[in-house]
């Protein structure tokens, strides 16, 4: 299963690299295309192998859902680069950039690290998740390379993903897209990851107006009240308002869900609204916290598809799943005995 993606593409977290975002391998040090472990990854990539940490797309693939290896061939059918053994000669020309935390929102499968809104709740978080989490290391040294990144970027980004936290919510995000050059503004193809909780008074969505090519991979995790629950405190309303002004403002829009138990049973529904709104649904399975996973609902609410044939029933996590809803409920004043009923089961 050989992938272009490392060959061409760099993802950037601070000071954390990776071949791509669904890896599960990760670098420590500046942005540099030539890390002595891309080099070493690429070159398992070029011996034939899969290495472990791109299980993800195959197992995917053997399952005959879309990949997210699949997805870039979409996009860069034929990418052009040039390397000795693994040693890039030439320069990476998509990224994907997480920039900060600043989020509107405080997801149920999120935290601290990804959305500073998930600082009002880091009591439940460190009740439940990790104990260890704090401010301080949910404020990653993300942006201390930023300029760094831009300079990588100018003139030469064909694609260019940004995500969050929101990016809507980021000055960095702002400061990024407003460094570049009319180049840029022409060429490169911007995605944007978002809640799509804004509106047009939004900077950056006022900067985007500047480029060419935008698009927005919208995150959904339900329909009404369970989207609204999950990726709290989201308005459906608002919500569908901001889809439909980023329909009217890019090339394409995608939604993305995230499979876990929190949405199991109302998938079918979010892919009817995406039928007839004629967008696109991305899937992709929540890994961690591991009591979100699909393994924590009852056999009883397991329906045969392609996303439960691995499912194992863990009753363990059932109850943790539970409990960590039951805090989430006192602190937030919701209720997820009425909107979540399957995970009560």
């Known amino acids: 299963m050989y992938c272009d993606l490392p060959f061409y593409h760099l993802y950037i977290d601070g000071k954390w690299l990776k071949p791509c975002c669904i890896n599960t391998e990760e670098y420590r040090g500046e942005p540099n295309f030539n890390h002595k472990n891309l080099v070493s990854f690429r070159q398992k990539m070029l011996k034939g192998g899969v290495p472990e940490s791109c299980n993800d797309c195959k197992i995917k693939e053997d399952s005959g859902v879309t990949s997210y290896r699949e997805y870039n061939q979409e996009l860069n059918p034929d990418p052009v680069y040039d390397h000795n053994n693994g040693i890039m000669k030439t320069k990476p020309f998509t990224f994907d950039i997480r920039l900060d935390n600043t989020c509107n929102l405080k997801c149920v499968m999120c935290g601290p690290d990804q959305s500073s809104k998930w600082l009002e709740d880091i009591d439940v978080y460190k009740d439940h998740i990790d104990s260890s989490i704090s401010y301080k290391k949910s404020k990653t040294e993300r942006l201390s390379n930023l300029n ?21 919510q980021m000055k960095s995000a702002k400061k990024l897209l407003t460094s570049l050059t009319d180049w840029n503004k022409e060429n490169t193809k911007i995605l944007i990851t978002t809640n799509s909780m804004i509106n047009e008074n939004n900077d950056l969505f006022n900067v985007l107006t500047d480029y060419k090519k935008v698009y927005f991979m919208i995150s959904i995790d339900g329909v009404d009240d369970v989207n609204g629950y999950i990726r709290y405190p989201s308005n459906w309303i608002k919500f569908l308002e901001g889809v439909e002004l980023l329909q009217k403002n890019s090339v394409e829009v995608r939604f993305n869900l995230t499979v876990s138990a929190l949405n199991l049973p109302d998938i079918q529904n979010v892919q009817t609204l995406a039928d007839k709104m004629n967008i ?23 329906v045969d598809n392609e996303y439960t044939k691995d499912y194992k029933f863990n009753s363990k996590n059932n109850k943790k799943l539970k409990r960590y809803l039951y805090a989430l409920d006192e602190k937030r004043k919701t209720n997820s005995k009425k909107v979540l009923k399957w995970c009560w089961i």
């Not at 696109?280 to 916290?289: A, G, T």
């Open 280 to 302: 696109k649904l991305i899937l992709n399975n929540l890994h961690l916290p591991e009591f979100l996973t699909i393994d924590s609902l009852k056999p009883e609410v397991i």
């Open 148 to 168: 760094l990144v831009i300079e990588m970027i100018k003139d030469n980004a064909s694609f260019i993903s940004l995500l969050g936290g929101e990016p809507f």
